[in-house]
């Protein structure tokens, strides 16, 4: 079967013939349908993030994935289903974090990540997996399933912030998305359209005509040039937020994100930046997070539970946004477009098999 | 009456004669027993931190008191009563803060503080509050009444940090205090005896011996001399901990707590630092924040819930602790010794009226 694969510092994926895998016990084999790129693979690619599989000298690529159940090989699932998988695994057998159904909160070296550290990803015509890492999504989602990872990693990261303000009677009315790629402009409507927030808001650093800047205006969202209105400026200019959502990875917005926050208020952080020193008023930063009783929640990936909720929301999100939002599917035949960024480029896929 | 008050920039607080207030509707009558002296007094003598009612030339002082009910005036207490007042009011009326009881999550504006911000404070032989903020406490601990505010400082920090572990399983074996003062020594006693942690840790920077140090001993707490072990060394030198617990209000320290911090751990912020500029590691700090899904929460004031939480962590702590804690209780007509700072001064009280 083929494969994409990528061989770390080769700054570009390639296509591998590779034997297609035979489920173990408890495992079920996949035929894998599409299988969306982000910004970890991107990274993956450049050598910047992850690691090969023991062994290996090339990592298949792909962490959002959806498929269909090729042969459920004894275990609960149907042949024909469509599912998800999630993206952990353990290293060696189990341990209690995957034990108890969080593999999101297992620290280093209790997980590897298919498609990204440790272990081969889904970008294959074929995928085997232990079947309670696939998720049943409803067929008539499946075009759009790989779009379930991504929302699963906000549904968690979402779910952390509102737990951070569970102590008191927190009423959230505004939210700042930082970053206006495929995961801020998912966030963004999930805010939208799941919190029901009044007013929302997102950063970023493009110029009109841009579609991602569409979205967010057809979602009734403010867009936010952060050429123009830094994060530390959007509190004057615009309002302080009770919730920040970081999805930049640039180092300095995790600590703006206090400032641009209401009293009470409460900023995730999803970004991965490299080591960057720089300096900040830490003790009037400091002073803003005790006076004004505010948080910062730092969040990676996401658990089965959260893949369930990514599903229930993207059956929620309207058709306009998610056709906006998904801006090629590539087959095999030309999978190198599916790597292609661009001002035209939100969110891509490529297609194993047609749906 | 006589009441302890200080002119802002005096520098020293002084005895000062007012009339004795006359309840309001709703209002009782207490005469004053103990009020405690800690670290805001201190910043408020110096003029770095409160205001002056309306109208007023002077503050009198005091936010940690206990007293005993003169006269109800009509309200549910009963007169002989022993009462805790807690410290926020409403400016003008009331507000939504107010009304759901969580005066504590108030912004700047819908609040004055009794002793530190806009109001006078309870270190007179008698004082007027809204039954409402009169919390009962046993008569058996009367005499360690004014610990109740401070240890309230704690239930709400610990709430506010357990709360935003509270969306997967979290089970905190060990924490680290930083600062040695009455709160930090009360809140490690509460990690001991409440939270029940396995190994506990409380950063400091004095030389054995000292009454603070033998407090930690006596708990079984491991005592770090920051002069030998930096914050942001912790995590090797002993461990990294499940729950930082900051009460130095020294600004480096907030940012050090997230190296301090293992994966899934959360720091409370409790201090109060001035404007300071210094360098950090930020973006690799922002990457601790989310691959190791790490919290900070700043806090600040507590409600009435925390007081009647605190009443009975009092109740729990042991003897010898609060009587090595409390190391001077002074008349009123050697008050200026309660304000005395020193190697074994740990915890001091002004006492209006004999218990």
Known sequence: MQAIAVEPGAGEPTLVEKPRPEPAPGEALVRTLRVGVDGTDHEVIAGNHGDLPAGADRLVLGHEAVGVVEDPNGTALEEGQHVVPTVRRPPNGTNEYFERGE????????????????????????????????????????????????????????????ASRSAFDWEP???????????????????????????????????????????????????????????SEISEVHEAVDIVYEATGYAKHAFETIDALAPNGVGVLLGVPEPWSFEIDGGRLHQEFVLHNK?????????????????????????????????????????????????????????????
Request: glycine content about 8%; proline content about 6%.
């Open 173 to 231: 009315e505004s939210a700042l998305v930082l970053g206006n790629g495929s995961l801020g402009l998912l966030t963004l409507a999930m805010f939208e359209s799941v919190l029901e927030l009044d007013r929302t808001y997102c950063l970023g650093r493009r110029d009109r005509p841009d579609p991602s800047i569409d979205i967010i205006d057809e979602l009734g969202s403010t867009y936010v040039d952060s050429r123009e209105t830094p994060v």
């Open 103 to 162: 593999p999101d909160m297992a620290p280093d070296g209790e997980y590897v990540e298919r498609g990204i550290v440790g272990a081969h990803g889904f970008m294959a015509e074929y995928f085997t997996s232990p079947a309670e890492y696939l998720v049943p999504i409803p067929e008539r989602l499946a075009p759009l399933g790989f779009l379930v990872e991504p929302i699963s990693i906000s549904e968690k990261a979402i779910e952390h912030a509102v």
């Open 295 to 355: 948080a910062l929640v730092g969040s990676v990936n996401s658990h089965r539970g959260h893949f369930e909720s990514a599903i229930d929301t993207l059956e929620g999100l309207p058709t306009w946004l998610t056709d906006d939002l998904v801006t090629g599917v590539y087959g095999l035949e030309e999978y190198q477009s599916a790597f292609e960024t661009g001002d035209d480029v939100v969110k891509t896929a490529v297609e194993f098999a047609s749906i």
